[in-house]
Structures are given as structure tokens and as C-alpha cells.
């Protein structure tokens, strides 16, 4: 058993340390472990408190505390709290600067990004939460400023807005990145645009005729087209673009039947590009929401049997 005037040869004190005779020697020469005295041969002793110290010091240069802060630690310059509120700091920096990369390094990975790419994505992974602010700001107002003026054109931005928590996850560092690029390209922005002035123009109809959803409308009158299997191009599917263009109509009065087709067959393909879906998809990834649902089905059914009629 130990007792209090137990000591221990270096060797000893490594078998019970789990260090080795070198880290050990290496800790006593710089004075973070002193020996309690040494034998007639000259060789260091240590006491009880050494194994305690060492394994102090051990976890401490685990945890990534240099030698210097361990020593004053050791001899209580510094109170381990002080230190460990530190290194905690410290570490919340590495670990976001870890994320940061890894999401771009993944993204390079997935799009197979050249050079140029990578370095774009780099620098939008570094932004700052004010500059990702003006970034994501400049980009709505590039698509609704001056485009209608009320509450629901707010309302509108807000929900587009992206909102990076303090500690993001890898999955929303990666769709940041993403979203980021995407709303600084010019056809994206303009496509935007082009669909927010449509809604404008469906607000704008009067308060006695009824503003046309063509999401909402396509979802009704398509989605049962699509569960029962109706084919776009089949005589099923006719009486059901007549119903699509019966809402749409509204909004084109003085248009024949095929020039009413063609209008709503070039809104919905402006809905149903797929940059703006994947756009929602990264916004909800970003602000922790539920995954939108996808109109990508029924609005490709719909653009088909559109061209099917008007060829």
C-alpha cells in the first residue's frame, strides 16, 4: 500500500501515470513535477502528489493547454476555472472554424467546384451575421423593391429570409453556402422577379374577382389527375387545364383561348424551375423549419398537358 512517505523512481511513477519516462523527465526538467528528493545513485524520487499532478497535467495538455498555462496551473498561478473558461472559448472558435470548413470542403466535394467556386464558397462561409444580413438584404430588394406595397410583400421577404443560428450544424453551413450563391446570381434574382411582379399583378385584380393561387390551384385540380394517373397529354386531362385556365383568366381579359393558354403555361414554368423550390428546401434546412411541400409534380403535369393543347 502507499503511505504517505511512499516515493517512486521515474519508471514507477510512469507505470502509474500511463506517461512515459521521457514525458515525465521532460515535465520535471521544466519544473511542473519537482521530485521529493533523490536516491544515493542520484536518480529522481518522486512523492504521492506527483502521480496526482501529472494527471492533471495529462488531461490539461489533452484538452490542448500549452505548457506554459500548465505550469502556472500546477503551481496555482491560475485557478483551473480561469483556464478552463479560457480553453472553453477557444474551442467554441475551433470548433465553428472546423464546421466552416468542412461545409465547404463537402460542398466542393458534392459539386465537384473548381477552384474559383471553392474560393467563392469560402468566402461565404466566412461572413459575419451582419454581412450575411446585407448580403441576403440586397438580394430582396433586387427582387420585390417597388414591387407592390403591402403588408403581403413584407411578409413575403421575412419568409424568404434566412436566419443562420449561433451554432449551426454542418447540413445548415452547407445549405448557407448554397443559398448564398444562389441569391447572388442575376437570373436567379431576375426569375425572382419575374415571379413576384405576377403576384403583384394577381393582388392587383380588384377586391371583387378573385385573386388566383396557381399554386394552391394546381395542387387541386392536378393533384387528382396525378393520383388517378390521368397522362397529361390524354383527352382526360383537357377539361382540367379549362379549370386552370378559368382561375387564370382574371388576369388576361381580352386574350383568346390559346393566348390565355400560353400566358399561364410561361407563369407556371417560371413557378416550377427548380431553383426556386431548392431554395425553400435550403431556407427551411437553414432556419430548422419543415421541408416545403413539392409542386415539381404537378406543375410538370400541368406544363405538359399546356403543350399538348397548344400544339
Known sequence: MDGGGTLYSIGELAGRTGLTVKAIRFYSEHGIVVPAMRSQAGYRLYGIEAVARLELVRTLRDLGVDLQTVRKVVHRELSLCEVAEVHAQALTVQIHTLFLRRAVLAAVARRNATPEEMNLM???????????????????????????????FEGIGRSMTPVLPDNPSSEQMEAWIELAELSEDPDFRALVRQLAEAHAAERAVGPT????DIGAITRDVVGPALESGVEPTSPEAVPMVGTLAVHYAPLADGLDNDELLRRLLVHL??????????????????????????LAPMLGWSIEALEAQLQ
Open 209 to 212: 374577382r378573385p385573386h388566383p
Open 122 to 152: 469560402h468566402q461565404l462561409a466566412k461572413l459575419s451575421e451582419r454581412q450575411r444580413l446585407l448580403l441576403i438584404d440586397d438580394f430582396l430588394k433586387a427582387s420585390f423593391g417597388g414591387v407592390g406595397a403591402d403588408m403581403a
Open 269 to 294: 414554368s417560371a413557378v416550377a424551375d427548380p431553383r426556386r423550390e431548392r431554395y425553400l428546401q435550403l431556407l427551411a434546412v437553414i432556419n430548422g423549419w419543415p421541408p416545403p411541400e413539392s
